[in-house]
């Protein structure tokens, strides 16, 4: 029996320069063809770049603006929702009741921490700056 496993594919050369027979093929560049004149009658005929009209870039800035606020607000105060309306009996507690917890228990212990809810209300305002921003750029824009 023999130490070594039989080969059984066949070998190839790393590259084709390296296997016999080979000759490589010369090509050479091609020549340089000049544009086409153009007649002044098909240089104004070319199409020109559509702009975007002013009510739809009010439009996107409106609803930028209105979904950053909505964000912002809802990231600053789902946090500390448990606490803030305890005295609710319908009050929402996401943060502090949340199905997730059940499946991920160290997720929870995180969760409850003070420094990752101010963390989290943290990227709330700075989503509701950015909001107001946009709002003063916007603004500056139409003046």
């Known amino acids: 029996m023999p130490s070594q ?3 059984t594919s066949p070998t190839f ?3 084709p320069v390296s296997a016999p027979g080979f000759e490589p093929e010369v090509v050479s560049a091609p020549a340089r063809v000049s544009p086409p004149s153009q007649s002044p009658r098909e240089v104004h005929a070319l ?3 559509q702009r975007i009209p002013p009510w739809l870039e009010e439009v996107e800035l409106f609803l930028r603006i209105t ?6 607000l ?5 946090p500390w929702s448990g606490q803030l309306f305890s005295f609710l009996p319908w009050a929402p507690r996401f ?5 997730l ?3 991920f228990p160290a997720l929870a212990i995180y969760a409850a921490n003070g420094a990752v809810r101010g ?3 943290g990227l709330g305002l700075l989503t509701l700056w950015f909001a107001v921003q946009d709002a003063m750029r916007g603004r500056m824009r139409r003046r």
């Open 67 to 72: 979904l950053q606020m909505n964000i912002g």
């Open 74 to 78: 809802a990231v600053c105060f789902l």
């Open 101 to 103: 917890y059940l499946y």
């Open 5 to 7: 496993p039989e080969s």
């Open 47 to 49: 199409p020109h770049p």
């Open 119 to 121: 963390i989290v209300s």
């Open 13 to 15: 050369p790393a590259s």
């Open 95 to 99: 943060w502090d009741q949340n199905p």
